[in-house]
């Protein structure tokens, strides 16, 4: 009773027309082959010729832009459905403290899990810079802090929390969503060091748009905690 009542109130909550077959479709179909294809050609790419730091932004948005088409596709197109449907709906102004304190929390626990790990010696798994090698020009920089603080931000909120969460949640239970969505959305970023804070990140964007009921808000914790990066980086 008390899994059905969570349920309930999250399809009151974010309602989503998807079902867990689009989901396991945008997984399968698009966004884990297009990831792979490109995982794979940048690695044979920068074996021959070295990877500049310009051309693994210009992949991330790559990947960014199937994300956010695999979402087209098996949502708004094949149910004809406005993007509102995803909870882009606009931020209440009360609730927007909320964005700021996940963006804290987040931090704060980013900032425990690498102590934590050069603490214990595991040099592997302590978490790597977003890009690295950057250059130094102004209209680079400017291009970077789009690509990583807004685009990076909005695609992955969409398909991670807009698309998917609704459906797993309502599937499973709310609980059960959260933590399968950002399990998922921790292992698409790759690189073991980042796992374990993209897995936390992921859960209080999840709490903080089912909270609110708009992905906007999402959108804002996820870019800001992404500007704090992007700060420390340059």
């Known amino acids: 009773m008390i899994r059905l009542t969570k349920q309930a109130s999250f399809a009151a909550t974010i309602y989503s027309p998807s079902t867990l077959g689009d989901v396991a479709k945008a997984l399968g179909v698009i966004?884990?082959?297009?990831?792979?294809?490109?995982?794979?050609?940048?690695?044979?790419?920068?074996?021959?010729?070295?990877?500049?730091?310009?051309?693994?932004?210009?992949?991330?948005?790559?990947?960014?832009?199937?994300?956010?088409?695999?979402?087209?596709?098996?949502?708004?197109?094949?149910?004809?459905?406005?993007?509102?449907?995803?909870?882009?709906?606009?931020?209440?102004?009360?609730?927007?403290?909320?964005?700021?304190?996940?963006?804290?929390?987040?931090?704060?626990?980013?900032?425990?899990?690498?102590?934590?790990?050069?603490?214990?010696?595991?040099?592997?798994?302590?978490?790597?810079?977003?890009?690295s090698g950057a250059s130094r020009s102004t209209a680079y920089s400017l291009y970077l802090f789009v690509s990583l603080v807004i685009v990076a931000p909005f695609?992955?909120?969409?398909?991670?929390r807009g698309f998917m969460l609704p459906?797993?949640?309502?599937?499973?239970?709310?609980?059960?969503?959260?933590?399968?969505?950002?399990?998922?959305?921790?292992?698409?970023?790759?690189?073991?060091?980042?796992i374990v804070p993209a897995f936390l990140s992921g859960l209080l964007f999840a709490w903080l748009y089912h909270s609110t009921g708009s992905l906007w808000n999402a959108c804002i914790a996820h870019g800001g905690q992404n500007a704090l990066a992007f700060t420390a980086m340059t």
């Open 155 to 160: 695609a992955e909120e969409i398909f991670f």
């Open 31 to 131: 966004a884990i082959p297009a990831t792979l294809l490109f995982f794979i050609g940048t690695q044979i790419w920068a074996d021959k010729n070295g990877l500049s730091a310009t051309a693994a932004v210009h992949i991330s948005l790559v990947l960014e832009l199937v994300m956010v088409g695999s979402v087209w596709i098996f949502c708004l197109r094949k149910y004809d459905q406005p993007w509102g449907i995803l909870g882009l709906v606009a931020p209440r102004l009360n609730r927007l403290p909320l964005a700021l304190l996940v963006i804290m929390i987040s931090v704060t626990l980013t900032v425990m899990y690498s102590y934590i790990v050069d603490l214990l010696g595991y040099e592997w798994l302590k978490p790597e810079p977003l890009i």
């Open 167 to 194: 459906v797993l949640a309502n599937k499973w239970g709310v609980i059960s969503g959260a933590i399968i969505s950002s399990l998922i959305f921790a292992f698409a970023h790759g690189a073991p060091g980042i």
